[in-house]
Each structure stands twice: as structure tokens, then as C-alpha cells.
């Protein structure tokens, strides 16, 4: 006999009984039923996209989605599949059908979902990664696992740090370099902007959070600094290692386009007059602690962090994820000669 075909349409207001039976089967595992009177009364309300999928005239799997007031951000809501028939693929056509929709929509860089520990690994296998987990966030038992998913990750990384960019409380700033990652300084001074890689940067203190950077007298990355008085250290990844190693072989008083030609992206954040480099796993502003004799016998300057962000798809809740995170997310520890190694397991005692 013929199986029948699972179908794909828009949501109909006769389909609400089936969407609630669907919602009922994967209550209390994916759902806690306090959710129910909200999904009920997103059904009966919302003028948003929702879609079900029909197999033999029953409805097996159904979840909508939505552009956010911003434009550029769209979150996918309500995602079900009939209990008796998980694993058969019917969410991954649900979910291919919505971002397929929201792809279609230019002016959208992000998808956002909210989702349990049930179903994360599931939309990581799309490209999701997780920015903040809250745990019992949805009930007793139920983790929350807020997720993006950019959607232009080539020559948009602009885009997604700002979706992924988080504060870092400044007294965890300093576990931004603690690992001792290769870092790239950032300067800005006179309408001069300038970026090179640094292996000499290195914690110094806790309150307020201090840090040491070694800028040679040949670089033009430190002049920009002792004008200014202030500075970025940031952490590249793996997947910046060229434009690490061509920042840091190149100087811009030799390559006017050095920035272009390294591939660095910049964005501005508001009240730090400094230029961020995105892709980065995380930036640390740096007020200048002026130390002449230091600067000038050892080449050694002194920053106090007077803010500090990260990207949360590898730093959140004050740790680093490198475990957990895309391989091209490892912060670069440089040898010599053009040698680096990216961050290794992790090992706690
Ligand atoms: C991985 C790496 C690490 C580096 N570490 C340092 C450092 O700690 N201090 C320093 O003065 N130069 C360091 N350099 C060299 C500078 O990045 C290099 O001189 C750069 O071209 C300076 O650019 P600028 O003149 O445009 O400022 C490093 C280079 C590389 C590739």
C-alpha cells in the first residue's frame, strides 16, 4: 500500500485542536504546561507565519515564525512534531520550510530559537549555537537554550557579533586572556586606524581588571596608542589566522591598505571611540595607565579594562566553551614563525 504524503501548508484556524493534541503528547517533556494558554492563544491571535504539516488527513508536525520589530532578526516559534513520530524527519522539514522562508526575506541576518536540552543538538545540526542557557528556564526540569544562527557568515561577521556580542562583567574581563591566547591591538588616533597581532599580552589585575601589552617602538599601532590613551585587545580565532598572521607581518606605515588587505572587518561600539575587529571571540577596551619609564625602557604598556565583551557562541556566564563550540571558534597561540596552535581539550581538576 501507498504511504501518504506528508504535505506542507499554511496553519488554518480548523487545525487548532490538532496543533493543542500535539502540543498535549509532548507535554511534560518538551513543553511545561504552563506554556499551554500562551500557545493556544498565539493560535487563536497571532498574524504571524505558522505552518503545518499533513500526513493521511492528520496533522503530524507544526511550528511558525516571525520577523522581529528590528527587521533583521526572525525567531522561530512553536516547532512541534506528533509524539509517536519523532526521529522520522518531520522536523527537519518543518524547520528546513521556515528558514527556507525566512531566507527568502533578504533583510534578515539572524534566526533566533528558544529551545530545551531536548532539542538543541537539533538545531545545532542547522548551524545554530547556543548564546545563553538558563537553567529550568521553562520549568522544572526544562532548560532554556536561547540559540542564533546567522545567516550570512561570509562577509557578515559584522552582523552576527552584534547579534552574539555580550558585556562580560569586568571583574570575569581578565579570563578573556587567561588562556594566553596570540591577541590583535587595535588603535585609533587622528583619523588613523590600526590593528596588529601581539603574543606579549598578559593579565596583570583583578580590580579594577589590568593588563600588559608589549608594542614595539617600530610598530605604528603604539603611536596611535600613546596619542589616544586608549586601546582594544581582542581575541582572534582560528578561523582569523591569516588575517592574524597578516596584521602582524605587515605594518601600515609600509601598507596603507594593510586592514583591506588583511580582510578586517571593523564596527564601532557606542562610548568606545576605538575600532573593533569582528570575528573576534572577544574585546577588551583598555583605558592607558601611563608608565613612561615602562613604555619607553621596556616597551610595556599598561591598560585598565574599562569594558569587555565576548562572543557568547564561545564565552557566556563567565566561561569560556571552546569545548563545545565550533572548532574555528579556538583562540591562535603563537610559536615563531608563522606557527600557531589553536586551544586544546579542556581539563579541570
Ligand atoms: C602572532 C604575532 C604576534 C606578535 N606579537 C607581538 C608583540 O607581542 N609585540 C609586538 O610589538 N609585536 C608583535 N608582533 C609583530 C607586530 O604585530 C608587527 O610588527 C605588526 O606588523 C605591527 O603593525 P603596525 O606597524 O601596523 O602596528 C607579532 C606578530 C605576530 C604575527
Known amino acids: 500500500m501507498k504511504q501518504p504524503e506528508n504535505t506542507i501548508r499554511p496553519y488554518r484556524s480548523s487545525d487548532r485542536e490538532a496543533c493543542l493534541a500535539l502540543f498535549d503528547g509532548n507535554t511534560p517533556r518538551f513543553f511545561d504546561p504552563s506554556e499551554r494558554a500562551m500557545f493556544s492563544a498565539c493560535l487563536a491571535g497571532s498574524t504571524d507565519p505558522y505552518l503545518v504539516i499533513e500526513c493521511g488527513g492528520r496533522i503530524v508536525a507544526c511550528g511558525g515564525y516571525a520577523v522581529e520589530a528590528d527587521g533583521v532578526t526572525a525567531s522561530l516559534c512553536w516547532g512541534m512534531v506528533a509524539h509517536d513520530l519523532h526521529g522520522q524527519g518531520l522536523g527537519r522539514m518543518l524547520t528546513q520550510a521556515r528558514l527556507a522562508a525566512i531566507r527568502a526575506m533578504p533583510q534578515v541576518a539572524i534566526v533566533r530559537i528558544d529551545t530545551s536540552q531536548h532539542t538543541q543538538r537539533f538545531y545545532a545540526s542547522f548551524g545554530f549555537a547556543a548564546v545563553k542557557v538558563t537553567p529550568d528556564g521553562y520549568g522544572p526540569g526544562i532548560d532554556c537554550w536561547e540559540m542564533v544562527l546567522p ?148 616597551d610595556l604598556f599598561i591598560g585598565e579594562v574599562v569594558g569587555a565583551w565576548a562572543d557568547t557562541r564561545v564565552f557566556r556566564d563567565g566561561h569560556w566553551h571552546f569545548q563545545d563550540a565550533d572548532p574555528a571558534w579556538r583562540s591562535l597561540h603563537y610559536i615563531a614563525g608563522g606557527q600557531f596552535y589553536a586551544i586544546g581539550e579542556s581539563l579541570t581538576v
Open 151 to 298: 545567516l550570512h557568515a561570509q562577509g557578515d561577521a559584522m552582523q552576527a557579533a552584534h547579534a552574539c556580542m555580550a558585556a562580560v562583567p569586568l571583574d570575569k574581563a581578565c579570563r578573556l586572556i587567561n588562556h594566553g591566547p596570540a591577541v590583535l591591538v587595535s588603535s585609533r588616533h587622528g583619523g588613523v586606524d590600526d590593528v596588529m597581532a601581539a603574543s606579549w599580552a598578559c593579565a596583570l589585575d583583578f580590580s579594577p581588571p589590568k593588563l600588559t601589552v608589549v608594542l614595539d617602538k617600530a610598530t605604528r599601532t603604539r603611536p596611535l596608542v600613546e596619542a589616544s590613551g586608549v586601546f582594544l585587545i581582542q581575541v582572534p580565532t582560528a578561523a582569523q589566522l591569516q588575517l592574524t598572521h597578516v596584521v602582524g607581518t605587515n605594518s601600515l606605515a609600509d601598507m596603507p591598505d594593510k586592514l583591506a588587505r588583511a580582510g578586517v572587518e571593523l564596527f564601532g561600539v557606542d562610548g568606545h571611540d576605538l575600532p573593533f575587529v569582528a570575528g573576534c571571540a572577544a574585546w577588551l577596551a583598555c583605558r592607558l595607565v601611563p608608565e613612561p619609564h615602562n613604555q619607553d625602557r621596556y
